[in-house]
């Protein structure tokens, strides 16, 4: 419903302080499986590669590869309080490499990005022209001053990044499943706008 875009609109609007045009930006979905869903099923082809930083919510790898894909799972440990660190990633990446999933705050450690971090993995994105997924369904539960509500408050997001929202959390009505999506206009997938 075009309401419920408009609504979201003003929420991130005044909340979160991001503008996006309801009509094409932004799109509802049956909570943010779905919407991660919908993202790779319009960008992955098959052999495509998609780094996944584990542990992580479980549906992230069954949707790779039902898309075709190629789940290339990078471990992050206790050690490194469960951030990704970026050696961990360079040794993934193959030419086939279409997308990194960032799940933050992640479920299930609870582990957050900065934004400074999370400026270099976009800076890092949009110089090799990759895409970041960005699961935050989380988000709402954020209450430290450097952690971004949404990878668009960091320069350079909209032209490499796909941001992923739950209701379902948000407001505590996990059966009811309701989420939405996020494409900005300026992010282009091997040269075509999603």
């Known amino acids: 419903l075009i309401q419920l875009r408009k609504e979201i609109s ?7 302080r991001t503008e996006y045009d309801p009509e094409s930006e932004l799109i509802v979905t049956v909570g943010g499986s779905e919407a991660l869903d919908l993202a790779m099923r319009a960008m992955i082809q098959p052999g495509d590669e998609v780094l996944v930083p584990e542990p992580s919510f479980v549906c ?10 190629t789940p290339v799972p990078i471990v992050m440990t206790v050690e490194d309080k469960f951030k990704l660190r970026a050696d961990a990633l360079r040794e993934k990446i193959t030419p086939r490499t279409k997308a990194l999933i960032l799940p933050f705050p992640n479920n299930p450690t ?66 009811v499943r309701c989420g939405y999506t996020v ?12």
């Open 10 to 16: 003003t929420y991130l609007k005044n909340f979160i």
């Open 60 to 69: 992230y790898s069954p949707i790779i590869t039902v898309c075709g894909g």
């Open 110 to 175: 609870g582990a957050m990005v900065s934004k400074a971090e999370l400026q270099k993995w976009v800076d890092y994105a949009n110089e090799n022209g990759s895409v970041i997924l960005y699961d935050a369904a989380y988000e709402a539960f954020i209450t430290e001053d450097n952690v971004p509500h949404t990878i668009y408050e960091i320069e350079g997001a909209k032209t490499c990044a796909i941001e992923f929202k739950s209701f379902s959390k948000t407001a505590g009505f996990t059966g």
């Open 183 to 194: 494409v900005p206009h300026e992010l282009k997938v091997d040269g075509v706008e999603l």
